[in-house]
Nanobody, 124 residues
Framework: EVRLAESGGGLVQPGGSLRLACVAS????????MGWFRQVPAKEREGVAL????????LYVDSVKGRFTISQDNAKNTLYLQMNSLKPEDSGMYYC?????????????????WGQGTQVTVST
């Protein structure tokens, strides 16, 4: 059974940091693309960051470049998202997702499996 379990969300002030984690099981983590996506009410889910876990190639949406870092620990089947200098517009439900095809596309339609999400709120 494929399972993606996110953790690490919460409430943080603007300028603060959070580290999200996603523990994966049930599929070949080290040969898949793994990504983080976020969604706010009434908007489509958007890609935030993605990494080809075998090649280590990261992709970021422009709005988070220089502030967020995606990484993985293949030994632990765990994906991370370090988020620094957080802004209110970074708020949303953050989802971990996997793409078995390894096409390196930061596109929710390219993903095969999803976690339940973890809420990030950036506010004073």
């Amino acid at each position: 059974e494929v399972r993606l379990a996110e953790s690490g969300g919460g409430l943080v002030q603007p300028g603060g940091s959070l580290r999200l984690a996603c523990v994966a099981s049930g599929f070949p983590f080290s040969r898949s693309d793994m990504g983080w996506f976020r969604q706010v009410p009434a908007k489509e889910r958007e890609g935030v960051a993605l990494i080809h876990t075998r090649l280590g190639i990261p992709l970021y949406v422009d709005s988070v470049k220089g502030r967020f870092t995606i990484s993985q620990d293949n030994a632990k089947n765990t994906l991370y998202l370090q988020m620094n200098s957080l802004k209110p517009e970074d708020s949303g439900m953050y989802y971990c997702a996997a793409s078995y095809a390894g096409t390196c596309r930061l596109d929710p339609h390219a993903m095969n499996a999803w976690g339940q999400g973890t809420q990030v709120t950036v506010s004073t």
